[in-house]
């Protein structure tokens, strides 16, 4: 699925959302009205990286929704606001939507830091938010008002756990994490509890730090280099798990390295090339003959512009699929979220998904391996946990 052309893919989406357009536009006629949303990604800012990608995933699911018909017969309409990779304006973002667009409800924020920072504020207001990507194990809450796309950290820490046990006999590891993303800190204490519950054990718990505009890793490579774990596991986003990849290799410590989905984006690849081989990450994304939904996003998104449509994309995809199926059931807020809360084996491009009573999902967790085939580099479908009996299977392919 992936090539060597992740830079060539970035500047041409860089290129078509260069406007950030206020609303989606779908062109279609023959509506008998329009349902507005609101949606909130990082265009600037330190993450814009997967807010461009989520943009041009989320736009392509209205396109193909309102080709279809629309929902309930009215065209979909998305009012976009840039938060600037700030959990603050995130929120203002969503007070702005509710009061000046009335929208029952919001896609986004994208990622677990801003999710968390706005479900005061959707309760308060009254309307649903659904976040792409959020895995923070905290934000499901009873009577909830904010949703995900995604899986949370605890069942990926579960696949991840059992990928590096059983299939390479794993059974030490160092984790390394951002202190700057709450995230980070949520998704070590989980793996390092899950990992050591399954007989394994933690050599050493890492932070990283800002250094002169940078990432000091240091003082946590020379303790790697010294207790020589099984392998490293670095919950962390794309621009850190780049860093991280070329200070290991540049120091010469070839240990093998576990992250967690949110390597999965053409920044890391692009920027490590073939240092990535041997690495492994959860992953939201099928090989492209598994399900017709992930065929059709695949070809959705290649027929947009994107060819290799990573993590981000694949989730804001089917967050808008899971709105326009909430909306099936009304239009109103309550009634979105008491159409969200009774989704039951969902069928999306990211998996099977099932909404629980406290807002959680449960859904998939893949995991892929970076292998070099010829001069491309390919993240191989690996491994497939299933909730809640978690069954595997083994196919392999693209």
Known sequence: MRCTNARITLILILTVVAAWPGRSAAGET???????????????????????????????????????GGVNGKELVLEWRDNGSDAEQARRDIEELVRDRKVPAV????????????????????????????????????????????????????????FQQEKFGFRSCAILYDSNHRVGLDMAETFGRTFTEAGGRVTGTHTIRAADGGLDFSAALEEIATTRPDFIFAPMYGVEALSLILALRDRGIDTPVCGNNTWDN??????????????SFASVLFERAATRQFREFFTAMEAAGM???????????????????????????????????????????????????????????LV????????RLMPVYAERYDPPTERRSARRGQ
Request: aromatic share 8%; charged share 20%; hydrophobic share 45%.
């Open 368 to 375: 892929r391996m970076v292998e070099r085939q010829g001069w």
């Open 307 to 365: 060819e290799n449509p990573d993590a981000s994309a694949a989730c804001a995809y089917d967050a808008v699929m899971l709105l326009a199926k909430a909306l099936e059931t009304g239009e109103s807020a309550e009634e979105i979220r008491t159409g969200l809360l009774a989704v039951r084996n969902f069928n999306l491009a990211t998996g099977r998904i099932t909404i629980t009573p406290d807002g959680d999902t449960r859904k998939p967790v």
């Open 266 to 279: 053409e920044v890391v690849f692009d920027g490590a090339g073939t240092r990535l081989v041997g690495t």
């Open 107 to 162: 896609i986004g924020p994208l990622l677990s830091d801003s999710a968390m920072a706005v479900r005061d504020t959707a309760r308060e207001l009254g309307v649903v938010i659904l976040s792409p990507m959020s895995t923070i194990d905290a934000l499901p809450e009873p009577d909830p008002w904010v949703f995900r796309s995604v899986f949370s950290n605890s069942a990926e820490a579960v696949a991840l756990t059992r």
């Open 30 to 68: 023959g509506f008998t009205g329009t349902v507005v949303l609101g949606a909130t990604f990082p265009r600037t800012g330190e993450l814009e990286y997967y807010g461009l990608s989520a943009f041009y995933g989320a736009n392509t699911a209205v396109r193909m929704i309102n080709a279809r």
